[in-house]
């Protein structure tokens, strides 16, 4: 945040609509342009509306005397601009923001990148990214085990709600039964939840446009205020406050049995569904890093009873419950149906969060590094402290600082060009966003290595040595 704004809200707020205008003239030619850079150059809506807002607030921060001329020579500058000093600008920034992909003049949208070193050695440069625990408990992240005081004064709050919510969805005050209301099996009240999914969004300004343009709802265009445009059965609430998640299912911390194996880190990913308990645990997966292995991935029967699977966000779907077999260790990855030439997939599941949780655990020691994306929701609805995690938020962090965050899908398309989650009503794989997450790590152990080589750091035999002093360097290269 700004110690002092360089200006007022008023003039922020247009300067930086006036960049965004001229960003979004260029991008477009982009978007009708034919040559192969075209997929490479073009930012989608969210990626533009963060260049604008990044560009605002560096100037805001770095040249607050000159805040307001600055900004105006440059959306100027971006007035007079052609395509192709738009396209070498944006060759320009993909070369800063990851230097060791090739830059996008080719056909292909991901390149692979190598770090130069081995997965020993990957995993000898962890430790350097490994978030600190001071001060996370402020941004949802349980560090410490709740304590009987805390868990007593959720029970007594929850007892004196006598089930009323409020939807997470359209808002309404509803109740909700655990284990059926007696008189006629109802598992909440209210009826039907009418609602929008989408997130409010503020539509593109065209040339040809006067006056202003209201906000949105990005699942249907209609404004906000207006009807939902989706039906569900039934209202749904979430619960976020720690000690009221500790008393539906106690948080355990990360036991230490032992050394799985010294040189491991876990990538780490959970889908959640809506339950009478509130937003609950319905699909865990572990994958290794740096490899991307699949070690662990389990539908998880929840402890309350399901209200929504959140089939469109969490890709879990009412069929994979039914086709699921029960987990045994002989049985721990995803089968195959033969039903459908499409050979579907049909994954094992347990039966409880809790179980899930004891099979992430043999995979982990206390300072096995944990690697996920906004770690604290995963983390939270398996109920784990865990003491060691890298989270990509942490690793690329929103330059206006949490509780602001970027999104996993963004963080992958524009520092690997790589696009995720792209199954659209299908919801999200949480296999696929394990393995983005390590991918993210995996290139910032290739800047941090880069960085080490630069001050003359050097790797030998997985073991790396710093830089010899100026006098021993010249004794070696006179010996």
Not at 316 to 339: C, F, G, M, R
Request: proline share 6%.
């Amino acid at each position: 945040m700004l110690k002092k704004p360089p200006a007022s809200h008023v003039i922020r707020f247009q300067l930086l609509k006036l960049l965004h205008e001229q960003m979004l003239r260029l991008n477009k030619e982009v978007q009708t342009s034919t040559d192969s850079t075209k997929d490479a150059l073009e930012l989608s809506e969210a990626e533009l509306i963060t260049a604008a807002l990044d560009e605002e607030f560096k100037t805001a921060r770095d040249d607050p005397q000159v805040y307001a001329n600055v900004l105006k020579l440059r959306i100027v500058a971006l007035k007079r601009m052609k395509i192709d000093e738009w396209k070498k600008e944006r060759l320009k920034q993909i070369a800063q923001d990851f230097p060791n992909i090739v830059p996008p003049d080719v056909k292909k949208p991901f390149v692979a990148f190598e770090t130069g070193l081995s997965s020993i050695e990957e995993l000898l440069l962890l430790p350097k990214l490994i978030t600190a625990q001071d001060g996370l408990s402020k941004h949802g992240y349980v560090t410490s085990p709740l304590t009987e005081a805390d868990i007593e004064q959720a029970r007594k709050g929850v007892e004196t709600s006598q089930g009323w919510e409020q939807c997470d969805r359209c808002k309404s005050r509803f109740q909700v039964f655990p284990g059926r209301r007696s008189e006629d099996g109802a598992l909440t009240s209210g009826g039907s939840c009418t609602y929008h999914f989408g997130k409010p969004r503020r539509p593109a300004k065209e040339k040809s446009d006067t006056g202003h343009k209201d906000t949105v709802h990005s699942c249907c265009n209609q404004q906000l205020g207006t009807p939902g445009c989706v039906t569900a059965e039934s209202h749904v609430f979430k619960v976020s406050e720690a000690k009221r998640l500790a008393l539906i299912m106690p948080y355990k911390t990360t036991p230490n049995r032992g050394p799985i194996t010294p040189e491991s880190a876990v990538c780490f990913d959970c889908e959640m569904g809506y339950t009478t308990f509130g937003m609950e645990l319905i699909r865990l997966t572990a994958t290794a890093w740096p490899d991307g292995k699949e070690l662990l991935d389990v539908l998880v029967r929840p402890l309350g009873e399901i209200l929504d699977l959140n089939s469109r966000f969490s890709g879990v779907w009412p069929k994979d419950y039914t086709d699921a077999v029960q987990y045994t260790e002989s049985i721990s990855h995803p089968q195959l149906s033969n039903d459908s030439a499409e050979q579907e997939r049909r994954l094992s599941m347990v039966n409880s969060p809790g179980e899930a949780r004891e099979l992430l655990f043999t995979h982990l020691t206390a300072t096995t590094p944990l690697i996920g994306h906004a770690l604290e929701n995963d983390l939270n609805s398996a109920r784990i402290i865990h003491p060691t995690i890298i989270d990509t938020v942490m690793v690329y962090p929103h330059p206006r600082g949490l509780p602001i965050r970027h999104g996993l899908k963004m963080l992958v398309k524009r520092h690997l060009n790589k696009d995720i989650q792209t199954g659209g009503a299908q919801g999200h794989d949480s296999k696929e966003d394990a393995r983005a997450a390590g991918e993210l790590v995996r290139l910032k152990v290739l800047e941090t290595w880069k960085a080490m080589q630069a001050e003359g750091w050097t790797v030998r035999q997985g073991e790396f040595f710093p830089p010899l002093p100026e006098g021993q360097r010249l004794k070696r290269l006179i010996a």
